[in-house]
């Protein structure tokens, strides 16, 4: 996820201070990684650097000065190529979990084995995503869709390598 982009879109609502633009992403999109407020005040210095957020204004304290920032022309234009672009697919070509079956293989240990065990976590945590699912908001739906969507791929992966295991120990061994 682009931090900056996801921040300049926060502003495009209106000016904020760094700690409600934090506040805001976390709603938002932190839900399981709140974003820390080194990363928004370091992502707003870059960001003002660039030309795409100013300060709008300055806010005196009894701690640190509080900028409120607002998003430039520049800004809203940035945002919008963003949007525009789509992302790359990720394939995962190159996989740890591949990586470890053929080592296992290359090794003489239990492949099988490995693969039952990532088999019961990607269970484990589909059954915590799937309760997640069921008690969340629309937003939070969506995010453990994505991710149970994906883990059912692996799941798919998981079972064609264990059905394939002999074929592949013959091929990597040889």
Same mark, same amino acid.
């Given at each position: 996820?682009s931090i ?35 990363q928004v ?41 963003? #949007?525009?672009?789509? =992302?790359?697919?990720?394939?995962? @070509?190159?996989? !740890? ?5 053929? %080592? $296992? ?42 991710? #149970?969507?994906?883990? =059912?791929?692996?799941?798919?992966? @998981?079972?064609? !390598? ?5 074929? %592949? $120990? ?5």
């Amino acid at each position: 996820m682009s931090i900056g982009h996801t921040l300049l879109g926060l502003l495009e609502s209106g000016p904020r201070h760094g700690y409600d633009l934090k506040r805001a992403f976390d709603e938002r999109f932190g839900h399981d990684r709140p974003l820390a407020y080194g990363q928004v005040y370091s992502t707003m210095a870059r960001l003002l650097k660039n030309g795409l957020v100013e300060v709008d204004g300055i806010e005196p304290g009894g701690g640190p000065e509080r900028k409120r920032y607002a998003i430039t022309d520049a800004g809203v234009t940035d945002v919008e190529q963003w #949007l525009a672009q789509p =992302e790359k697919p990720e394939p995962y @070509l190159q996989t !740890t979990l591949y990586a470890k079956v053929v %080592l $296992a293989l290359l090794t003489g240990r239990p492949a099988a084995d490995l693969l039952d065990t990532q088999r019961a976590e990607h269970l484990r945590l589909m059954r915590e995503l799937t309760r997640r699912k069921s008690g969340g908001d629309l937003t939070d739906q969506l995010i453990c869709d994505h991710a #149970l969507f994906h883990l =059912e791929a692996d799941l798919r992966w @998981l079972e064609l !390598t264990a059905a394939r295991l002999d074929q %592949l $120990a013959a091929e990597v061994t040889r």
